[in-house]
């Protein structure tokens, strides 16, 4: 049983990897920490997990010093750049922040408006999209987990900037649901007022932007990106519109998703259009494409706690420890 | 006093008229129809206007023969058609369904998937959007109420069409809230699924897609339109994506909106984010934009059942009627 | 034009005041406070107002010494006992809070959990609930304006309390929308959590039983009442369960409540089921019943920021000030 | 192996069924039904599952002629009677209807409303609530699968009427989510109003009350019941309201409740406040009490799915073939 210990377990994305890891056949959760919360048990922070988890939360210290071959880190962004540099080099780290993802340092801090400190351990990391360069993965010990925006839409463009099939610039229109603001109550996340509100934030400057860039990297695409708050729970829902370089047909336009990701356990074709409630609680991507000849829309939705987060995040876990991918992340959407 | 009657008042647009109309203090409904709900009581299929509407709903006929000053079409697409060329000249019509808006009746068949056949009475219809062309209004007695979608994003773009400052193709992402559907449960509607379920529909299809670019006219700046369901009940969000032919700065921007509906009693210039839920159950449109300097979004917002359809209605009726523009329609935005 | 001073006017109960006195023809906002936003413009906190309203909060002070004829009281429990006692006799003060309701002061303690201060003003105190003593109001100058579940429950519960039909104890399941917890976010009104729980809380020392029992007053009938978190915005839902003393028929319920109630401009005796959905925005209270012969059910619904919080206040208002008991508050419910 | 089939499984019930067996390691799915879908892919009705489930509905005949181990009856009321008399003795058949709960066929025609036309089946079937008699279940071969507003209720109260704790009549106010209005769209679970509504039906008559009071059985103590629709998606949430015989403490409670439940693997004891969300996608049931000394109230709290229908059909399942009585549906709950 390889031992695990989540530091920064009291958040939405701390506490999916508890519920994932739970499930998994090959770990052991040993520590769990939380600033706010430690000494008391997980249990009373989540009342649906009582008689299920009997963990208490650890302060940091004593989860680093835990004895575990994985460390998953879903720490706020700006935290993990302090903890890494003092790992030792055989713990497997996870890393589910913004620390790690950029190589740029410049870029880091024009969008998380702090500088990246943790310079020196940047080389170590690699990017876990595991359906764009499974390969990078393995034998590594450092992974930044991608971003739930990042994740849904280098996903549905890739392919597409790969084949060069785009003319100009892309736009991409991201929906989201609550639980992406995570466990702290902000006026966003208000009852009264989310339950019945949509809008956007942070135009033309969110920091899954950069994460988008870096991946697709082609400056004859511009990668436009807006994110909007909606009354979902869980869920991404992004839509890309483009201009297609030359006309391309609905089969050949499936044949090309088919070529990228056809072998693929966790992206799912869908032959029409697909919708946030079909991926709920599961690891699936679902994208879908329409076409007028001249321009198209690419569709991708996945659940942000998962493969935005902490299934991804296991997925990336089981690549490098020579685990079956799919283990404890193969259960089927949950709907209604 | 003038005498309303409204034709397919069982329907949410129907139901939001009476609602408005009650407020209304130079009218009086003399009568309302419902094919499904004849004889039966206003209030006892809308059972929050017990006490307040002792109105039976009436077949067609009846309706149609009162002599009512105004007639309100509330019906599905492809009634009005069959209704209008019957009805006597001086009776002011105010057709909420999409058969007299668009100008090309290939167009017609085409997005709504059978003929027009009133091509005689199209020529007596204007499009009323008073924004865009308030005058046309005056001294008619037939109006195409325009479509929720074609509101939100005709107001959105218009300056921006009319004054050239688009390059290349306008992508238009619009999310709509559940009463957009109507009164009549699907699967689409069925709270189970749609409590928690974002995906978009009739991809390059939609049928207020020719109604925006009949308007906006412009072969240079193809539109693409695409509407999302979402878990609102009320409002339209829509988000336009573009590159600007020649950089713009923010204060720019706001001068042209402030030029076009800087006295404009019903479009509101938002600076910052606007949000679906600050214009429920009024007829506001907010609108707002941000730039990079090379690319523009801009975001419209607006209720569906009010500037989206029967606020407008009643808009169009005060401009016909010679009443005060915004009588009956100029209560505040509810929140929360 | 009665001039109008608000203070707390940050909160959802505040808001409320301001939307329906905005509509009140015959008052005027002169000033509206808010301790934590003193400055600001209202419609920057809430931007539905926007273009509407162009007040700004005012510090309490300022809107205690204002030339106001009527000053509403909207802040949180405790804070209206500290200002009342300072206040010209003269002045109309109408108190949203607790501080004024209850006539026993360790009863106050007992529930609030902090002593009530301002002894010496409570003598000047009537409970504003019109429909139970109208007579009372007039002339007064110090108003208690009752709490949300109160209201619910009075008036659901008063005729049978008064007539003596009731064998043994009552018990009242009542259920509440988000609104009800205020504007400043919590755990409990935590989106991701909140739109699918539904959770019991405070059992037996809701402190707006007190109020309830105070005006029922029957030792015979123990009155047990727990409030219900739901995902609803607005709204109360109550339900009243108790023994009949002698069996009633349908008919004879109807015909007790039409005495009680059959004149009231804001009560509605709903022959079936009532619905939440079918007083919000509105002042009306519906009420419904349903007998097996030996024990009875009452369920009444209103909108807690209407009937059960502003609404009310204004009706207060408009009866201390000799307007029309209606005015202001005479909208129909908004469905959907 | 053993070999499933399921009759019904396009309605909500039946797709549960097929989401828990999935993830059952000693059964395979051979067959399922649906009238009105019979011939197209489960996944074309459902796409959560494409590419996870590659079953097509197929007619009724089928199912029940596959050489199935396990039979699931998942239809509407009144379907099960018809064909369960046709059934081989030795085939395990699970109804999760309520054609098969009610011993007295008068009780069965008042509630369901026609009556039980297959008397002669009705001895074969045990009452399957393994909390209340797991051993009534072994070796037998028919389960009438009980409601889920009876689950929920009867195991709240259940200690308490065997204990004869309670004096006079007991009060139930019991709050569904709409999957339990099942598949189909109706106004009552029409988004536009089910969204932000909250009401009662079937006062006094709904049919999982005389399957509680068959149970709980006890002329002493009436069982009133009062089902409400809310907003929720899935959950049962129910109050229970008594007076005591003698008053009891909080240990005292507790320590009932630990008699009876201690050692469930499904039945938790909340210290607080229960909350629906805490057992979503699980089959737990939560119970919590509080008392005033001489007043009762009991919550309980379970999924309408699982613990309330197929969660409770597997437990039965697994007990009446011998496997752990946990297998595939110890999934912890699912927050947020």
Redesign the interface.
């Known amino acids: 049983m390889l031992k695990i210990a989540v530091a920064g377990g009291s958040g939405?994305g701390g506490?999916e990897l508890i519920?994932i890891l739970?499930?998994h056949p090959n770990v052991e959760i040993k520590a769990v920490s939380s600033e706010q919360h430690a000494g008391i048990e997980v249990c009373r922070l989540?009342?649906?997990?009582?008689?299920?988890?009997d963990l208490r939360f650890s302060p940091m210290e004593e989860v680093l010093s835990s004895a575990a071959d994985v460390l998953f880190l879903a720490l706020p962004h700006g935290k993990a750049m302090h903890v890494v540099p003092k790992l030792p080099a055989e713990l497997i780290v996870i890393d589910l922040s913004g620390d790690f993802r950029l190589h740029d340092p410049d870029e880091f801090e024009h969008y998380y408006g702090f500088p990246m400190t943790a310079l020196e351990s940047l080389p170590e990391f690699v990017y876990g999209l595991p359906e764009i360069g499974r390969d990078r993965l393995r034998g590594k010990h450092r992974v930044a987990n991608p971003g739930c925006f990042a994740t849904a839409t280098i996903l549905a463009l890739y392919p597409l900037y790969r084949e060069s099939w785009i003319d100009?610039?892309v736009?991409v229109?991201s929906?989201t649901?609550?639980?992406g603001?995570g466990?702290t109550?902000?006026?966003g996340?208000?009852?009264?007022?989310?339950?019945?509100?949509?809008?956007?934030?942070k135009?033309?400057a969110h920091q899954h932007l950069p994460e988008m860039r870096q991946v697709l990297a082609n400056s004859d695409n511009?990668l436009?990106f807006?994110a909007?708050s909606?009354?979902?729970?869980?869920?991404i829902?992004a839509?890309h519109?483009l201009?297609l370089k030359a006309p391309k047909t609905a089969p050949q336009i499936e044949e090309l998703y088919a070529d990228y990701y056809g072998r693929e356990p966790f992206v799912?074709w869908?032959p029409?259009?697909?919708?946030?409630?079909?991926?709920?609680?599961?690891n699936y991507v679902?994208i879908a494409a329409?076409?007028?000849g001249?321009?198209l829309?690419v569709?991708s939705?996945l659940d942000n706690l998962q493969k935005g987060a902490a299934g991804q995040a296991v997925q990336n876990m089981n690549i490098l420890c020579g685990f079956e991918e799919t283990t404890a992340i193969d259960?089927?959407?949950?709907?209604?």
Chains 1, 2, 3, 4 share one sequence.
């Open positions: 939405y506490l519920s739970l499930r989540y009342p649906h997990l009582r008689g299920i988890v100009g610039s736009y229109d929906k649901g609550s639980s603001a466990r109550p902000t006026p996340t208000h009852h009264p007022r989310r339950s019945h509100s949509l809008f956007p934030y135009p033309f511009p436009i807006q909007h909606t009354p979902l729970v869980r869920g829902f839509s519109y201009k799912r869908i029409g259009m697909p919708d946030s409630s079909s991926v709920e609680h599961s679902d329409s076409t007028d001249e321009h829309i569709w939705t259960q089927a959407p949950l709907f209604p």
